[in-house]
């Protein structure tokens, strides 16, 4: 079983930056992919970055070019660099991974989530 832990998260003003990590353990494999997922209040969750088991990364529009995934080598921690953060933004943000590393965003294939961080951004 894999066990995922986030942190980082917090209050930000527009314009600023976060990073937020992501703590795994357990049995991680080399096969599996891990991802960065958003949940605001009323909406559906979704998928904001995610990177294969070969280190290929995926971004969601909204995000590219202003958030970067990375991955250490043992594959236990995994950050998201925030800059240039927006109101639009704000949500709470979740660590999830999958067992086949295909690294999509697509919610509903990955089977292990942390407990998610609150990340508020202001005006």
């Known amino acids: 079983q894999v066990h995922l832990a986030e942190s980082g998260g917090g209050s930000v003003q527009a314009g600023g930056s976060l990073r937020l990590s992501c703590a795994a353990s357990?049995?991680?494999?080399?096969?599996?992919?891990m991802g960065w997922f958003r949940q605001a209040l009323g909406k559906e969750r979704e998928g904001v970055a995610a990177?294969?088991?070969?280190?290929?990364?995926t971004y969601a529009d909204s995000v590219k070019g202003r958030f970067t995934i990375s991955q250490d080598n043992g594959k236990n921690t995994l950050d998201l660099q925030m800059n240039s953060l927006k109101p639009e933004d704000s949500a709470v943000y979740y660590c999830?991974?999958?067992?086949?590393?295909?690294?999509?965003?697509?919610?509903?294939?990955?089977?292990?989530w942390g407990q998610g961080t609150q990340v508020t951004v202001s005006s």
């Open positions: 990177i294969d088991s070969d280190g290929v990364t």
């Open positions: 999830a991974a999958e067992d086949y590393g295909l690294g999509t965003l697509i919610v509903d294939e990955y089977h292990y």
């Open positions: 357990g049995d991680t494999l080399s096969e599996m992919s």
